[in-house]
């Protein structure tokens, strides 16, 4: 479904990403692993097209995203959920969730999706009018997927759901992202936490200063003592 | 935008006078030519020059290096204008056009450089007391205090009669500004912004520019040194005004408006914030531009057509210059680096045939 | 007059005032909130209408439909604005936005007096808007009391916009977050087009009742609303809406309290002593009163 062929990405003159080539396929869930500021977050932002590639591609079923904006690419269901949760947080738990179907004209669709979002976060059918600064970190989380899911993705980004909560809220995000990936929808992880996001994943990939140096399915990786080197070795590095 | 310090060098005495000499030499030159042989519109072109030099320079120390953006500093030329005419008026004028004057003030005539000095004293104290309260602003905030003091200033200008006479023109300010002494002051300008700009001190208030929450962990000497040079870019801007006043003879608080303000701007980003020879060129540049395009704004000949007069003109295209700067080349015309004078002659040697390994 | 029918009066200036500054002020803060932008040629809209309404008027046009004509002029010319001179600024550093907005600023105003000479020319307001009503000891311009009420009308018709359409909820988002609204697929071009054509809209409005009120236009007189405007939004925090209305208000009572506390020898001062108090305010509270958190991202 998406491939990202040799893409290279700079700001100014510091290199993101370099040459870097990653697949996810219909119904995967892949994980996009790396210490920080391996570019994880980088490869995300291309994908959306808030950043553009120097060199290299961004294909879409085959389709070269190059010249499609930020919204053409959420229309095409490409959606992320961004590191750091970035709610609104002035707006209330349904008018986040009402951003997140903005896009869409079907009304009784975005209801369905609604309450399904409900389903998944008990917690924030319960919250549903408050203004989203009021929420606690893991109901904030839960509330970036809600609207994510909102959008309808066909390819749902999350970049490090898991940063800064307690282990509990953890295991309650991951057992969301399995349901997710149980329903069928695809999924690019982006994550530090390395166990528990290969216990879920089918493919993964390791990123390390921009570059992509592993790559496997999640029991390759799983049993790969590298990946620790490649976190430890690269991690002074790492901080630009 | 870090200016390019050249490699620490073990070259001789010689060749490190070798820059500021040629400059000085070349200054002299210029001064030497407008004095004797040049008419006296070219005289007038070459003071303003001058003293927009000085205005630009001085600005830029300010909002170039510490990224205080400050958008009023015109209120401290006016303050140096009117300080220092006040000073040097004859005695007999002010009987006359400022009957109302404090006794002390109506009765004294001071020289030129003294009065120029106490001025620019002034402004600097206006600006310590101005300045101390919004040094700890950020950003826009800060520009839009500065803009409420020049607002602050042009009210008490227009409405403190007896000492400004208003609203009214203030005229009779003896014309002691020549191409010699404004020339004089902008070389120091020059000298000494640019030395800062060089120093330590300098690249400390940069760094603090660029990296605010790093500045605001290191605290108060932040505080300190941008408030410093704050209160020295309004000293020289307070010369400058007094240089102006005592250029033009007559003035009134409209001089100081908010469109002086955009110009003197305007001649700063074009030339580039954090370099003092982009300033000096963005100043040649506009101050000739626009004299062109006011003769202009007259209405001229173009061969068999007569182009009518459009005034205002020279502004809008002052504001599309502008505008096309900002988008296209926001780092101004020299990209907030310094012109090498060295750089440039060994440049030239290198270039010259048989003379020297490339 | 007794001490309270003074009081009602001056309360009512005051309000009044208040209003103006505050569907100026709104203006500046839709924009701020979105693009991080201070848009000081928002006061020559103000400028623009009038100058429209005005040739309307001479035309032989009826006030209504030539106020009409002006505000659409307004929000014509605001739209143009973000489309031609910012649009391709987004994501510039915050102060060359800023510088932009000034060239804006000299491009309309040189552009009026080229077109329109520098001089003031009167502006003929109908005389419903001029006329004074009498309730006992107190004379109330009617100017006044439409200015409240059409500013009550624009303020609430607003905030049911932002709170209840799709686009204005889009809005406040934008203000909040700009890339995380980019990645939810809202539409940026779209909401700050709105942005601008709200805000302009208003500035229209502002032009015609500040024109009627001053009786005459020339092609400076957007400086000193916008700098008012501005003073106000930072008073009750720039990017908040509800601080930019509060803000006008405060600002709209600090003017007459001060008109009237100051001894007559002070009073042409007044101005003066409002930005004074602006940057003592600023000391104590650098954001503002309702100071948006502008969460610095470390």
């Known amino acids: ?240 | 935008m870090e200016p390019r310090t050249p490699p620490v060098d073990q070259s001789s005495l010689r060749s490190r006078l070798a820059g500021p000499a040629i400059l000085i030499a070349l200054l002299g030159v210029f001064l030497l030519v407008s004095h004797f042989l040049a008419g006296d519109y070219i005289q007038r072109i070459v003071i303003i020059i001058g003293i927009n030099v000085i205005l630009v320079v001085s600005l830029n120390l300010s909002n170039g290096f510490t990224g205080v953006f400050s958008l009023g500093h015109v209120g401290f030329m006016a303050i140096g204008a009117y300080a220092a005419s006040l000073l040097t008026l004859p005695v007999s004028l002010k009987a006359v056009n400022l009957p109302d004057l404090p006794g002390w003030l109506g009765a004294v005539a001071l020289p030129f450089l003294p009065a120029t000095l106490i001025a620019g004293l002034l402004a600097a104290l206006v600006a310590f007391l101005v300045g101390s309260s919004l040094m700890r602003l950020k950003g826009a905030y800060i520009s839009v205090a500065t803009l409420g003091f020049l607002v602050i200033v042009q009210v008490i200008l227009v409405n403190w009669d007896q000492v400004t006479r208003g609203a009214r023109t203030f005229a009779g300010v003896p014309p002691h500004s020549t191409v010699w002494n404004v020339w004089i002051w902008a070389s120091l300008t020059i000298f000494v912004v640019w030395r800062i700009g060089r120093s330590a001190f300098g690249r400390d208030m940069r760094s603090a520019r660029d990296n605010e929450i790093a500045a605001l962990s290191l605290g108060v000497s932040v505080l300190r040194s941008r408030l410093l040079a704050f209160c020295m870019s309004a000293f020289l801007t307070g010369v400058a005004g007094s240089l102006w006043a005592h250029f033009i003879s007559s003035f009134s608080p409209k001089s100081f408006s908010f469109t002086q303000a955009f110009s003197i701007i305007t001649m700063l980003v074009i030339g580039g914030l954090g370099s003092v020879s982009g300033s000096v060129i963005g100043v040649v540049l506009i101050t000739v531009l626009s004299e062109l395009l006011r003769n202009a704004e007259r209405g001229f000949e173009l061969g068999a057509l007569h182009i009518p007069p459009i005034y205002g003109a020279s502004q809008i295209l002052m504001a599309v210059l502008f505008v096309l700067v900002i988008v296209f080349r926001p780092a101004g015309l020299m990209g907030g680096r310094e012109i090498n004078v060295r750089e440039i002659l060994r440049r030239i040697a290198r270039a010259r045939p048989g003379k020297g390994a490339a | ?298």
């Open chain 1, 1 to 240: 479904m998406l491939k990202l062929e040799s893409v290279d990405v700079s700001y100014g003159h510091v290199d993101a990403l370099r040459g870097v080539s990653i697949e996810v396929r219909d119904g995967e869930l892949v994980a996009l692993l790396g210490a920080n500021g391996a570019g994880k977050t980088t490869a995300l932002m291309t994908i959306s097209g808030v950043v553009r590639p120097r060199a290299g591609s961004v294909l879409y079923d085959g389709v070269d995203l190059a010249k499609a904006s930020p919204f053409d690419i959420v229309a095409l269901g490409l959606i992320q959920c961004p590191e750091g949760r970035r709610i609104f947080g002035g707006l209330s738990v349904l008018e986040n969730l009402k951003m997140g179907a903005v896009r869409r004209a079907d009304t009784s669709g975005v209801r369905r999706d609604r309450d399904w979002v409900f389903s998944l976060f008990p917690v924030l059918g319960q919250r549903r009018n408050q203004s989203g600064a009021t929420l606690s970190g893991g109901e904030q989380q839960m509330l970036a997927i809600g609207r994510a899911l909102m959008a309808e993705p066909r390819l749902l980004m999350l970049d490090e759901p898991s940063l800064g909560l307690a282990p509990i809220l953890v295991q309650a995000i991951f057992r969301v992202i399995r349901e997710l990936h149980g329903r069928g929808v695809t999924i690019l992880l982006v994550e530090q936490n390395v166990r528990q996001a290969l216990a879920v994943a089918d493919r993964g990939y390791v990123l390390s200063t921009g570059r992509v140096i592993l790559e496997g399915t999640g029991a390759e990786l799983r049993s790969n003592s590298e990946i620790e080197q490649a976190y430890l070795s690269t991690a002074p590095e790492a901080k630009r």
């Open chain 3, 1 to 298: 007059m007794s001490a309270l029918e003074l009081l009602l009066q001056q309360l009512i200036n005051a309000v009044s005032i208040g209003s103006l500054y505050a569907l100026m002020a709104i203006g500046l803060a839709m924009v701020f909130g979105i693009l991080r932008l201070i848009n000081f040629a928002h006061g020559d809209l103000i400028m623009v209408g009038s100058y429209v309404a005005l040739l309307l008027m001479t035309l032989g046009l009826p006030f209504f439909a030539a106020a009409a004509a002006g505000v659409a002029a307004s929000t014509l010319a605001g739209l143009a604005m973000e489309r031609i001179a910012y649009r391709p600024l987004r994501g510039a550093h915050e102060i060359s936005m800023l510088l932009t907005s000034f060239s804006v600023t000299i491009f309309l105003e040189n552009l009026a007096i080229i077109l329109f000479r520098p001089t003031s020319r009167a502006f003929p307001a109908p005389a419903f808007l001029r006329s004074v009503i009498h309730m006992g000891q107190l004379r109330l311009a009617s100017l006044d009391l439409i200015a409240i009420a059409i500013a009550a009308v624009l303020l609430l018709a607003l905030t049911l916009f932002v709170r209840r359409t799709n686009i204005g909820i889009a809005m406040r988002a934008a203000s909040q977050d700009l890339l995380a609204a980019r990645l939810m697929g809202i539409n940026v071009n779209r909401v700050i087009a709105t942005a601008f054509a709200i805000g302009s809209l208003m500035a229209g409005v502002v032009g015609l009742l500040w024109s009627a009120r001053v009786g005459k236009i020339d092609p400076l007189m957007g400086f000193n609303p916008v700098l008012k405007a501005f003073v106000a939004s930072v008073i009750g925090g720039l990017g908040s809406l509800p601080g930019a209305v509060i803000g006008a208000y405060v600002l709209g009572g600090l003017e007459i309290l001060l008109q009237g506390l100051l001894p007559s020898a002070l009073t042409p001062y007044r101005d003066a002593f409002v930005f004074a108090i602006l940057i003592a305010l600023l000391l104590f509270r650098p954001n503002g009163i309702l100071g948006s958190s502008e969460k610095e991202k470390i």
